[in-house]
Nanobody, 122 residues
Framework: VQLQASGGGLVQAGGSLRLSCAAS????????MGWFRRAPGKERILVAT????????YYADSVKGRFTISRDNAKNTVYLQMNSLKPEDTAIYYC????????????????WGQGTQVTVSS
């Protein structure tokens, strides 16, 4: 397994969760990392990205100010801290990686994790 996402669960609206994605060295070092989500009956969409160094991040408008993406390059792990969760955040969350020095990577990821379910109750 090259990318392993974890940390999903059931939480009430307004609550928090932190997702983790553990990667192998081959799929993490020098890679941009992204979090995507797929809500029931909808297409998968980009949630947040972080560049290879961790210095540049991008967020979808729907999560700005509530979610924070970060990475620990020593642990080959990327995180998604999700605060002030809303029922519309309910989805399967996927992490992905792409070998690139680019700062913003919004598509064409190379590797994908298996997904972790996040359910926000109202």
């Amino acid at each position: 397994v090259q990318l392993q996402a974890s940390g999903g669960g059931l939480v009430q609206a307004g609550g928090s969760l932190r997702l983790s994605c553990a990667a192998s060295e081959r799929t993490f070092s020098g890679h941009a990392m992204g979090w995507f989500r797929r809500a029931p009956g909808k297409e998968r969409i980009l949630v947040a990205t972080i560049n290879w160094s961790g210095r540049v991040t991008y967020y979808a408008d729907s999560v700005k100010g509530r979610f924070t993406i970060s990475r620990d390059n020593a642990k080959n792990t990327v995180y998604l801290q999700m605060n002030s969760l809303k029922p519309e955040d309910t989805a399967i969350y996927y992490c992905a990686s792409k070998l690139t020095w680019a700062d913003y990577v919004l598509e064409d990821y190379d590797y994908w994790g298996q997904g972790t379910q996040v359910t926000v109750s109202s």
